[in-house]
Nanobody
Framework: QVQLVESGGGLVQAGGSLRLSCTASGGTFSNYIMGWFRQPPVKEREFVAAITRRGSITRYADSVKGRLTISRDNAKNMVYLQMNSLKPDDTAVYYC???????????????????WGQGTQVTVSS
């Protein structure tokens, strides 16, 4: 059983920055592709970014390219999402997720991920 806990959310003004963290436990973190998803108010959960086991390949939603950066530290069992130039449209609950199946490339569908954190709220004011 893998447990994921997000932190780092909060209230920020448009143009500001936040860094989200996700701590994993209960498994072999370096074996998992990790992803970040978000769920805006009254919308479905959507893909944000993902990273392969060693961090060599990353994938981003078009809406966040150039502003958000995913990274990981396998020694600390952590994955991060650095968010810069935030916009009000980035307001959402952000979730980290683990894909424990052996895949080569990071996926952008929720059903590819097996474990989820409880989420952390990010609110961007205009």
């Amino acid at each position: 059983q893998v447990q994921l806990v997000e932190s780092g959310g909060g209230l920020v003004q448009a143009g500001g920055s936040l860094r989200l963290s996700c701590t994993a436990s209960g498994g072999t973190f370096s074996n998992y592709i990790m992803g970040w998803f978000r769920q805006p108010p009254v919308k479905e959960r959507e893909f944000v970014a993902a990273i392969t086991r060693r961090g060599s390949i990353t994938r981003y939603a078009d809406s966040v390219k150039g502003r958000l950066t995913i990274s990981r530290d396998n020694a600390k069992n952590m994955v991060y999402l650095q968010m810069n130039s935030l916009k009000p449209d980035d307001t959402a609950v952000y979730y980290c997720a683990a894909d424990i199946d052996y895949k080569i490339d990071p996926r952008d569908r929720t059903y590819d991920y097996d474990y989820w954190g409880q989420g952390t709220q990010v609110t961007v004011s205009s």
